[in-house]
């Protein structure tokens, strides 16, 4: 790999990172509910370290072209994301005052690898895009380039989501009507995300 190839993926990586969506909504919740929202990133790190592995290795095209695989990955996700997202709106978390959230470390870090590792969207976009920025002829095998740009990836994940998580705490700290509210609209995007898979999964029958 060049360096142009790198500073692309890079560019082409923190749009995508930076674009709301299921993990956003799951680091904003985060943030309110919990003391940490070190677990709950750990585990959407965690989830997308499968992706990348998972595609080092080849076996994402073994998934995608093996019949119902894909479509029982989808429900899965999207099954998850409507649990988490309900139950958001229906208990919306505030930030704890006295630092104790519910849940322990590994609960909220499973959580994570749930959202983000069980997104097949994210597996296809991992598949179709990380081979792009690779270089066959180059000096390191195609398993570590994959793996190294699928690394950068999740750097990018950490300084962003963590950003998010801990500013969404941060900012409305002192506002627990507003965190409620920026808590259920994250239920909400949680639901839609999951509404939307399933439908996708319905018009391709």
Not at 8 to 18: G, K, P
Not at 22 to 30: E, K, N, S
Not at 110 to 126: D, E, I, Q, T
Not at 169 to 192: E, F, K, Y
Request: hydrophobic share 55%; proline share 5%.
């Amino acid at each position: 790999m060049t360096i142009g190839m790198v500073g692309a993926f890079w560019a082409v990586s923190a749009l995508l990172v930076l674009t709301p969506g299921a993990d956003w909504a799951y680091a904003i919740t985060a943030g309110l509910r919990y003391r940490s929202v070190l677990p709950a990133i750990s585990g959407l790190l965690a989830g997308y370290l499968v992706i990348t592995v998972v595609v080092a290795a080849g076996a994402a095209a073994l998934i995608t072209s093996t019949p119902g695989a894909l479509t029982v990955l989808t429900l899965a996700g999207a099954g998850y994301l409507a649990y988490l997202g309900i139950t958001t709106i229906l208990d919306p978390p505030t930030p704890q005052a006295d630092g104790a959230g519910e849940g322990s470390w590994l609960t909220q870090a499973g959580r994570g690898a749930m959202v983000s590792g069980f997104n097949p969207k994210a597996l296809l976009l991992f598949l179709a895009l990380l081979p792009q920025f690779t270089d066959p002829a180059a000096a390191w095998p195609l398993t570590v380039q994959l793996v190294a740009l699928g690394g950068l990836h999740m750097l990018m994940c950490a300084v962003v989501y963590t950003g998010v998580g801990t500013g969404s705490r941060t900012l409305l700290r002192a506002r627990p009507a507003a965190a409620r509210l920026v808590a259920r609209c994250s239920g909400v995007a949680m639901t839609a995300i999951s509404a939307g898979l399933l439908i996708e999964q319905i018009r391709h029958f």
